[in-house]
């Protein structure tokens, strides 16, 4: 299994240049360093689909190729939360090479992500309801406020 090495240096092609500049963009952005080591895991995922297909310059990175990264990742056994965040960093990334000017077009910009399910917040029950509604004393200066 491959070792990812986004922020190593291990590899020597354009796209780990730019993925450390980001990573550093977000270090000095004040991101919390857990978040700034799930985009290096996720970038670094990327970097071994693009060593995969002998990609190096990231110019070279065009829709179609986001694509089939895309399906790789909805067709292998992650969870679609994984699939979502693995995406989203790829597209924070291209679009943070687009404003620094190192790309003319953003190739990730209209790459699609994956639904999440939502999970449904608690709706309380008429006895929790009950319960919190009878707790103040209105007969009271402190219950009344």
């Not at 895991?41 to 995969?52: Q, T, W």
């Not at 990730?108 to 008429?126: G, I, Y």
């Not at 007969?139 to 009344?144: A, F, I, M, P, S």
């Amino acid at each position: 299994m491959k070792k990812n090495n986004v922020a190593t240096g291990n590899r020597r092609h354009d796209f780990e240049i730019h993925a450390r500049n980001f990573l550093q963009y977000l270090n000095d952005a004040n991101y919390a360093a857990k978040s700034v080591s799930t985009y290096r895991y996720c970038l670094g995922k990327f970097a071994d689909f693009l060593d995969e297909r002998k990609i190096e310059r990231i110019q070279d990175v065009d829709e179609d190729l986001l694509e089939a990264y895309r399906l790789s990742l909805v067709e292998s056994d992650i969870s679609k939360h994984t699939v979502a965040k693995q995406i989203d960093a790829v597209k924070r990334l291209f679009a943070w090479l687009e404003k620094s000017g190192v790309l003319f077009v953003n190739p990730a910009e209209d790459l699609r992500n994956v639904k999440t399910p939502k999970k449904l917040q608690h709706v309380p029950s008429w006895e929790d309801l009950e319960s919190v509604l009878i707790q103040p004393d209105a007969t009271t200066l402190d219950g009344v406020r």
